[in-house]
């Protein structure tokens, strides 16, 4: 998944700097996983175009093409069976359109109930082929999040997918998302004037990479290592910035002393609000 990661839970909103930066000290010798993960699988979609389908959208959500089933250790080497009614989605072709968003066709728009809250960090893809690559495949994802079932929707999200056909992406977002249903609206396919497909949009299959749902505390996510860097004897080490993500449902308040020994840390509070970032300017003089 990437470097590991450490999350530390606060049972007070409000922390000093001085113990940042001893975190991000020790961080490196202690940690030995990050936050727990699972690969989810969702227990329902629908799609806004299920009326003129040709292949239906609960194929991307029951493993159909995928044998067995995969888990969050085994799905990178997951290859997905050729796209067909039983195992894959698809939208209709428009008629007289080579490629299906270049006509008045609506964006297709596709809805997943997960099982419970997460937080989401990756959308996990399969592609859509027949005996070969397909240009139909879709290629660029705005995805939505609601952690109310879908009664409302926040934290847009705009992603791009390669083109996999058997394969899977593992597509990273751009931090956690807490939500219990996901709504990705599909902007484009990989048609090109050359190649088979285009004429619609399809995949073989979705899934979701998530965290356990943050807490009612503020939470502090760091990466584990500062890196200060190599600098030549005589000149200024330079100030480096310590990324730190709110995972938690609270804001978080940093306050920054004058000095916080062997670092000098930028002066003033530094408030996070729920599931953003914040970052502090650090200096080793």
């Not at 997460?118 to 005996?131: K, M, N, P, R």
């Not at 484009?188 to 899934?207: F, M, P, T, W």
């Amino acid at each position: 998944m990437g470097p590991s990661d450490s999350t530390f839970s606060l049972h007070k909103n409000r922390i000093s700097a001085l113990a940042v930066a001893f975190l991000m000290v020790v961080l490196p010798a202690v940690v030995v996983r990050g936050a727990e993960q699972f690969l989810i699988t969702p227990v329902a979609v629908t799609s806004n175009s299920s009326a003129t389908d040709l292949f239906p959208a609960t194929n991307l959500i029951n493993n159909s093409g995928l044998s067995p089933a995969p888990t969050l250790e085994t799905y990178r080497a997951a290859q997905h069976d050729s796209a067909s009614p039983s195992r894959a989605w698809a939208t209709t072709a428009p008629r007289g359109v080579r490629d299906y968003f270049a006509g008045r066709t609506p964006d297709p728009v596709l809805t997943f109930v997960l099982p419970e809250v997460y937080q989401i960090t990756h959308l996990v893809v399969w592609g859509f082929y027949y005996t070969s690559p397909n240009n139909s495949e879709a290629s660029a994802f705005t995805l939505e999040f609601s952690s109310n079932g879908g009664a409302t929707w926040s934290g847009l999200e705009k992603v791009a997918h390669q083109q996999t056909a058997q394969e899977n992406e593992a597509i990273p977002l751009s931090r956690r998302f807490q939500a219990n249903a996901v709504r990705i609206t599909i902007t484009d396919n990989h048609y090109a004037s050359r190649g088979i497909g285009g004429e619609r949009v399809g995949l073989g299959e979705i899934k979701f990479i998530a965290e356990p749902p943050a807490g009612p505390d503020p939470t502090i996510f760091l990466r584990p290592l500062v890196d200060f860097g190599n600098t030549p004897s005589g000149e200024p080490i330079p100030p480096r910035s310590l990324e730190i993500e709110n995972t938690g449902n609270q804001p978080l308040i940093i306050e920054s002393p004058l000095s916080a020994p062997p670092f000098e840390i930028s002066a003033g509070s530094l408030e996070i609000p729920p599931r953003e970032i914040g970052n502090l300017i650090i200096t080793l003089p």
